[in-house]
Protein backbone atom coordinates (compact mmCIF):
# COMPACT_ATOMS: atom_id res chain seq x y z
CA UNK A 1 0.00 0.00 0.00
CA UNK A 2 1.42 3.34 -0.91
CA UNK A 3 -0.46 6.90 -0.86
CA UNK A 4 0.08 10.60 -2.21
CA UNK A 5 -1.84 13.38 -1.32
CA UNK A 6 -1.34 17.12 -2.93
CA UNK A 7 -0.71 19.47 0.00
CA UNK A 8 -0.98 22.33 -1.61
CA UNK A 9 2.05 25.21 -0.70
CA UNK A 10 4.40 24.62 1.84
CA UNK A 11 8.03 23.75 2.58
CA UNK A 12 9.58 20.59 1.64
CA UNK A 13 9.94 20.54 5.56
CA UNK A 14 6.28 20.38 6.22
CA UNK A 15 5.76 18.20 3.45
CA UNK A 16 7.72 15.49 4.87
CA UNK A 17 6.63 16.15 8.43
CA UNK A 18 3.12 15.55 6.93
CA UNK A 19 3.95 12.80 5.02
CA UNK A 20 5.58 11.01 8.42
CA UNK A 21 2.39 11.73 10.25
CA UNK A 22 0.06 10.42 7.75
CA UNK A 23 2.19 7.32 7.24
CA UNK A 24 2.41 6.65 10.54
CA UNK A 25 -1.44 7.48 11.49
CA UNK A 26 -2.44 4.98 8.68
CA UNK A 27 -0.07 2.60 9.64
CA UNK A 28 -1.46 2.45 13.23
CA UNK A 29 -4.98 2.36 11.42
CA UNK A 30 -4.14 -0.76 9.82
CA UNK A 31 -3.07 -2.78 12.68
CA UNK A 32 0.56 -2.62 12.30
CA UNK A 33 2.84 -2.58 15.33
CA UNK A 34 6.20 -3.20 13.59
CA UNK A 35 6.82 -0.15 11.97
CA UNK A 36 9.86 1.22 10.29
CA UNK A 37 9.79 4.36 8.53
CA UNK A 38 11.89 5.36 6.16
CA UNK A 39 12.73 9.24 5.72
CA UNK A 40 15.15 10.86 2.95
CA UNK A 41 15.49 14.38 5.28
CA UNK A 42 18.17 13.57 8.49
CA UNK A 43 16.86 17.01 9.25
CA UNK A 44 13.36 15.03 9.87
CA UNK A 45 14.74 12.67 11.73
CA UNK A 46 16.47 15.93 14.44
CA UNK A 47 13.72 17.72 14.30
CA UNK A 48 11.75 14.48 15.70
CA UNK A 49 14.15 14.36 18.29
CA UNK A 50 15.45 17.83 19.13
CA UNK A 51 12.88 20.37 18.34
CA UNK A 52 11.36 22.90 20.84
CA UNK A 53 8.00 24.31 20.89
CA UNK A 54 9.16 27.53 19.25
CA UNK A 55 10.02 25.45 15.84
CA UNK A 56 7.34 26.76 12.60
CA UNK A 57 5.90 23.41 12.19
CA UNK A 58 6.04 21.95 16.10
CA UNK A 59 2.31 21.07 16.04
CA UNK A 60 3.55 18.65 12.95
CA UNK A 61 6.24 17.41 14.77
CA UNK A 62 4.53 17.26 18.11
CA UNK A 63 2.38 15.02 16.41
CA UNK A 64 5.15 12.55 15.05
CA UNK A 65 5.73 12.46 18.50
CA UNK A 66 2.73 11.53 20.16
CA UNK A 67 2.32 8.70 17.25
CA UNK A 68 5.53 7.41 18.22
CA UNK A 69 4.75 7.77 21.66
CA UNK A 70 1.70 4.61 21.03
CA UNK A 71 2.16 1.46 22.38
CA UNK A 72 3.97 -0.17 19.09
CA UNK A 73 7.85 -0.63 17.88
CA UNK A 74 8.60 2.34 15.46
CA UNK A 75 11.75 2.90 14.18
CA UNK A 76 12.82 5.80 12.11
CA UNK A 77 15.86 5.29 9.69
CA UNK A 78 17.44 8.07 7.22
CA UNK A 79 17.57 6.49 3.88
CA UNK A 80 18.93 8.44 0.98
CA UNK A 81 16.48 9.88 -1.50
CA UNK A 82 18.28 7.81 -4.20
CA UNK A 83 17.67 4.60 -2.69
CA UNK A 84 14.06 5.42 -2.47
CA UNK A 85 13.09 6.07 -5.32
CA UNK A 86 9.09 5.28 -4.35
CA UNK A 87 8.83 7.94 -2.04
CA UNK A 88 10.15 10.37 -4.41
CA UNK A 89 7.92 9.38 -6.91
CA UNK A 90 5.00 9.42 -4.79
CA UNK A 91 5.67 13.24 -3.65
CA UNK A 92 6.13 14.27 -7.27
CA UNK A 93 2.96 12.23 -7.99
CA UNK A 94 0.90 13.75 -5.39
CA UNK A 95 1.65 17.75 -7.18
CA UNK A 96 -0.60 17.05 -9.76
CA UNK A 97 -3.50 15.10 -7.64
CA UNK A 98 -6.29 17.14 -6.77
CA UNK A 99 -6.51 18.03 -3.07
CA UNK A 100 -6.97 14.87 -0.83
CA UNK A 101 -5.77 11.56 -0.13
CA UNK A 102 -4.72 9.15 -3.13
CA UNK A 103 -4.46 5.59 -1.86
CA UNK A 104 -2.38 3.30 -4.25
CA UNK A 105 -3.32 -0.25 -2.71
CA UNK A 106 -2.19 -2.01 -6.33
CA UNK A 107 1.42 -0.76 -7.85
CA UNK A 108 0.97 0.79 -11.40
CA UNK A 109 3.27 -0.36 -13.64
CA UNK A 110 5.95 2.45 -12.92
CA UNK A 111 5.43 1.93 -9.09
CA UNK A 112 6.02 -2.20 -10.10
CA UNK A 113 9.65 -1.24 -11.36
CA UNK A 114 10.30 1.44 -8.68
CA UNK A 115 9.44 -1.57 -5.72
CA UNK A 116 11.95 -3.66 -7.25
CA UNK A 117 15.04 -1.56 -7.52
CA UNK A 118 14.24 -0.57 -3.91
CA UNK A 119 13.87 -4.23 -2.73
CA UNK A 120 16.88 -5.30 -4.09
CA UNK A 121 19.18 -2.05 -3.29
CA UNK A 122 19.95 -0.60 -6.58
CA UNK A 123 20.39 3.20 -6.59
CA UNK A 124 18.51 5.27 -9.19
CA UNK A 125 19.02 8.62 -10.32
CA UNK A 126 16.38 10.76 -8.88
CA UNK A 127 13.82 12.19 -10.86
CA UNK A 128 12.35 15.37 -11.48
CA UNK A 129 9.71 16.84 -13.10
CA UNK A 130 9.78 20.15 -14.99
CA UNK A 131 7.59 22.21 -16.04
Known amino acids: MAFSR ?6 VTRAELAGVVYGLHTA ?3 GY ?24 HFTLINQVRGLLGRDWEVDPQHVFREGNVVA ?9 LPPDDHIIE ?7 HLLYF ?4 VQTPRMVTIN
Do not use: F
Open 28 to 30: WRL
Open 88 to 96: DYLASLGHG
Open 118 to 121: DTIG
Open 106 to 112: LPCSRLS
Open 6 to 11: NLGGGT
Open 33 to 56: RKVVAQVDSMVIIQLIKEARNCHP
